[in-house]
């Protein structure tokens, strides 16, 4: 069973930063894509958006048009860890934000293809 586990949230100011970071403890994740997706409140039925994803190969796949220039996404395979910095944030960043991957399925912006995830943790962006 791999079980992803996200932490670095919390709440900050706009134009504020936050690093998320994503490990998944007894799991290697170096041969895998990790994506990082988000749920902003009030939206429970909605499919979670996604933010960013990065490949086992540690290029960059893509970011949504929103987080350009503001997020970086990265990992560190020896750590067996994966990061979302997140910089210039704004109140509309509010979220939970989730990390995920799957063991056949790539970098993909369609949460329901992915198996498995983390419990998320909570950005909250305010004044």
């Known amino acids: 069973q791999v079980q992803l586990v996200e932490s670095g949230g919390g709440l900050v100011q706009p134009g504020g930063s936050l690093r998320l970071s994503c490990t998944a403890p007894g799991f290697k994740l170096d041969l895998y894509a990790i994506g990082w997706f988000r749920q902003a409140p009030g939206t429970p039925g909605k499919e979670r958006e996604a933010?960013?994803?990065?490949?086992?190969?540690?290029?960059?796949?893509y970011y949504k048009d929103s987080v350009k220039g503001r997020f970086t996404v990265s990992r560190d395979n020896a750590k067996n860890t994966a990061y979302l910095q997140m910089d210039s944030l704004r109140p509309e960043d509010t979220a939970v934000y989730y990390c995920?991957?799957?063991?056949?399925?790539?970098?993909?912006?369609?949460?329901?293809?992915?198996?498995?995830w983390g419990p998320g943790t909570q950005v909250t962006v305010s004044s």
């Open positions: 933010v960013s994803c990065i490949g086992p190969n540690n290029i960059t796949t």
């Open positions: 995920a991957t799957d063991l056949w399925v790539g970098c993909t912006k369609v949460a329901g293809a992915l198996d498995h």
